[in-house]
């Protein structure tokens, strides 16, 4: 009896990871992962919350912080950020590139 059991669950658990991956091969068709390299600038999101106390509003504050430095890349899909001297392994869905700012030819950065 056992061993009609065991083949059972083995081929339960073999249907249920190829519907797995049918599904997840069909969620990414289309899905653009993130590709970053090392030395490459990101932001990173933060989820701070609003506080009764020091009268804030969540709403109010930046999502986003950096830039920082990319500083390894990982196949997880985490990434090696570098803040100051510190190292924080962060997941690529709290992070995005950061595009600086450049100025139109013959724009001037000042306000007049």
């Known amino acids: 009896m056992q061993s009609y059991c065991c083949v059972y669950y083995i081929i ?7 519907k797995a991956e ?7 068709k289309e899905k653009k992962f993130p590709q970053y390299n090392i030395g490459d600038q990101v932001l990173i999101k933060e989820h701070r919350l609003s506080s009764v ?18 500083r390894e890349v990982h196949n997880n899909n985490t990434v ?18 950061y595009y600086e700012d450049k100025p139109e030819p013959g724009e001037s950065h000042k306000n007049n």
């Open 53 to 70: 106390e020091d009268k804030e509003t969540h709403k109010l504050f930046l999502i986003y912080h950096g830039p920082y430095t990319v």
């Open 80 to 97: 090696t950020v570098n803040n100051q001297g510190n190292y924080h392994i962060i997941n690529f869905k709290n992070v995005k590139k």
């Open 12 to 18: 339960i658990i073999k249907r249920t990871q190829r």
């Open 22 to 28: 049918i599904r997840n091969t069909y969620k990414d």
